[in-house]
């Protein structure tokens, strides 16, 4: 009578071939979800910084007078600009401050209150913008230009200011592709008188 199977040599090739199998599928699937997980958070941040500066460039070209009169841009530096706009469409108008600090960029509204309205002692609410901001010193975060087109330098006469243009590079991981993400955008102020 003949018997069938596997001899002891043959089994153990197979069950060492089949790990081997697993083991590599499990470096791989390792490896593309590390891979993708890092393209994700880099999508996301991306994502977030792209409405905060959409949203920052709306709210500037709706800049207007204060509800206690202040000029329309109270603060022009290269890494934060305070502003006023009724970014919430109630009766106020509120002062809104966009300023990178530490790789992230925020922005602060101070809602005004009082009779008549004042912004000292006003409640502040802070929002993230953009998270993994890399702006060097080379390249600003907000760039500032009169009516003429001509870029203003520092320290930046805010009377002078007709349209500003901002520039934020978004990168998660800079020892890792995919590369940094550089997102620009520009305002002209409509609210304020043209400048002689």
């Not at 993230?128 to 003429?148: C, E, G």
Request: glycine share 4%.
């Amino acid at each position: 009578m003949k018997k069938f199977g596997f001899t002891l040599v043959e089994t153990i090739v197979t069950v060492a071939t089949t790990a081997l199998i697993f083991v590599i599928i499990g470096m791989l699937l390792s490896y593309f979800y590390k891979t993708n997980a890092y393209t994700l958070e880099q999508s996301v941040a991306i994502w977030q910084a792209r409405n905060g500066v959409e949203d920052a460039m709306s709210h500037l070209r709706e800049a207007s007078y204060g509800s206690d009169g202040s000029y329309p841009i109270a603060n022009a530096a290269t890494s934060s600009i305070t502003f006023y706009a009724n970014i919430n469409n109630d009766s106020y108008v509120e002062r809104v401050t966009y300023s990178l600090v530490n790789g992230v960029l925020y922005r602060t509204v101070a809602e005004p209150s009082g009779n008549p309205p004042t912004y000292v002692g006003a409640a502040v609410s802070t929002s993230t913008v953009a998270t993994s901001v890399i702006n060097s010193t080379s390249t600003p975060v907000f760039i500032y230009f009169d009516n003429t087109g001509t870029q203003l330098s520092s320290p930046v006469d805010v009377s002078k200011v007709s349209s500003v243009e901002t520039t934020i590079i978004v990168d998660v991981n800079v020892n890792r592709a995919p590369v940094a993400f550089t997102l620009s955008s520009a305002a002209t102020m409509r609210n304020l008188r043209e400048q002689l």
